[in-house]
């Protein structure tokens, strides 16, 4: 039996992959997406008001939208982790369930949410301690929260958890919200639920069986029922490395085709050494991605 070589494997199934999905499907490329989060991080944003077409859709209605366009194309999407990929005669991808083969791989991975580092974190969470307000704030009704971080993540977190939860702490490191759209920055102000409070970091986390309250390096001690940790993210260099490609601060360096340093393999969206780390940003590198393994296929190389 004929092996089944790929001609485009996408690694990640966020906004960066299923555009590049999109328009391999439309060039009715031999297409395979693999992607751990249906969606990718998009799909745990409250409310994404800069996306055109929705001037406000939930990240989750947003992903699904995307999701449904990639399925009508007919390109499967494998709920897998890859694990391991190999440059040969093709590409091998090895993920937690199979081995497939490809010509050409776009990478599409994203960033991981960077965590706190501190004692207990690991432990407790699911037990006060989350990375996603979207998946888990119905969990905090009429409960006392803390969002820790001043970025746009952290107060769409604020402003969602306080619609179930009696009061959300937001402690974040600097003097004012620099880093945050003044429009999400007028909303949480005038949130009479939400207390910000700046010039603070979180140094310990007590409880055992469930957190019970963070202690901040000015000495305060604030009860708390849930920590949702929104410091930012970082990019993941392990499949990056294994294919040792070119990397600046740990971002995969790209071309304007999308071409990494290593012929036949291209990144797209958050994980490349893009200046805009958005949805409409992934979503046009995406496309570009495609277009160039298609035109790299079309012409043999
Ligand atoms: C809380 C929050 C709110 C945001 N709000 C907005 C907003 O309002 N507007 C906006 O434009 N942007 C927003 N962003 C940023 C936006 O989510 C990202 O810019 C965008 O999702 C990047 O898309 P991507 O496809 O590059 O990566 P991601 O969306 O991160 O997708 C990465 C994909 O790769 C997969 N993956 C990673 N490693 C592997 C592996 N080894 N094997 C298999 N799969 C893997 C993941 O599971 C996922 O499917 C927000 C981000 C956060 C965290």
Redesign the pocket.
Known sequence: MKENVYDVII????????TAAIYSGRYLLNTLV?????????S????????PTYPNIS?MDLSLKMLEQVKKLGIEIKH????DIKSKENFEIK?NNATYKSKKIIL????E?RKLGLKNEKELLGRGISYC??CDAGFYRDKIVSVIGGS??AL??ALLLSKYAEKVYIIYRKEKFFRAEPAWVKQVESNKKIISIFNSNIIKINGTEQVESIVLDTNKELTVDGIFV?IG?EP?T??ANQLKLKLEKDYIIVDKFQKTSLTGVFA????TNNSL??????CGE?AIAANSAYEEIVKGN
């Open positions: 690694v990640g199934a966020g906004p960066a992959g299923l693999i992607g751990e989060l249906d969606g990718g991080t998009i745990e944003a409250y409310e994404v008001c800069n996306f990240g897998e982790i890859v694990e993920t599409a991975i994203g960033r949410k307000a979207t746009n993540a769409t977190a929104e993210s993941n392990k499949l797209a969206g958050d994980i780390k958005q949805v409409i940003t992934a995406g």
